[in-house]
T-cell receptor
Framework: EAGVTQSPTHLIKTRGQQATLRCSPISGHTSVYWYQQALGLGLQFLLWYDEGEERNRGNFPPRFSGRQFPNYSSELNVNALELEDSALYLC??????????????FGAGSRLTVL | QKEVEQDPGPLSVPEGAIVSLNCTYSNSAFQYFMWYRQYSRKGPELLMYTYSSGNKEDGRFTAQVDKSSKYISLFIRDSQPSDSATYLCAINDYKLSFGAGTTVTVRA
């Protein structure tokens, strides 16, 4: 079974540009989560999509946005890039419908560098 | 106040030592507590999770939760160089809230 796949692996942009990151969840998973992992800050929750809808977002500015497609894949867009956006962006998927633990399976991440 | 606090280390131990990792959390309503392991240049992978208070053992790994003190722990017995990684605790509601991660190096 294929895991969570993310593309691109690496992305280099300059300040003010836009970045688009993509994620394909595990087959059968309908929820996609995005996290930012900046150096020394751990994983910060960005966005949660389920069944095509944005369900919740973390404490990030509106220039971080995304969507989920009918096949449950997702993309994360970051507009007006700033230097501090340089980080590893991790996508995770889940088939959680409760109760019990919501186990997230992560992809390998997309490394965004803003120059 | 952050939902989960974790000492980022780093932690360096000799092979065969017991590794002890700890986190504290703020919201007593949480019921599920997880530990993820992240190797360099990889995404985090689930090690194990526990429900409410108590211990859970899986091979050389033991997870403990003390809800009275809002304290979660992971112990690695007979540590191996292959255990060198970053260990992240997480609490589970509709998403996972992670600690900062502790980087562990097991020296051969």
């Amino acid at each position: 079974e294929a895991g969570v796949t993310q593309s691109p692996t690496h992305l280099i942009k300059t300040r003010g540009q836009q970045a688009t990151l993509r994620c394909s969840p595990i087959s059968g998973h309908t929820s996609v989560y995005w996290y930012q992992q900046a150096l020394g800050l751990g994983l910060q929750f960005l966005l949660w999509y389920d069944e095509g809808e944005e369900r919740n977002r973390g404490n990030f500015p509106p220039r971080f946005s995304g969507r989920q497609f009918p096949n449950y894949s997702s993309e994360l867009n970051v507009n007006a890039l700033e230097l501090e956006d340089s980080a590893l962006y991790l996508c995770a998927s889940s088939s959680y419908r409760g109760p019990g633990a919501n186990v997230l399976t992560f992809g390998a991440g997309s490394r965004l560098t803003v120059l | 106040q952050k939902e989960v606090e974790q000492d980022p280390g780093p932690l360096s131990v000799p092979e065969g030592a017991i590794v002890s990792l700890n986190c504290t959390y703020s919201n007593s309503a949480f019921q599920y507590f997880m530990w993820y392991r992240q190797y360099s240049r990889k995404g985090p992978e689930l090690l194990m999770y526990t429900y409410s208070s108590g211990n859970k053992e899986d091979g050389r790994f033991t997870a403990q939760v003390d809800k009275s003190s809002k304290y979660i722990s992971l112990f690695i017995r007979d540590s191996q160089p292959s255990d060198s990684a970053t260990y992240l605790c997480a609490i589970n509601d509709y998403k996972l809230s992670f600690g900062a991660g502790t980087t562990v190096t097991v020296r051969a």
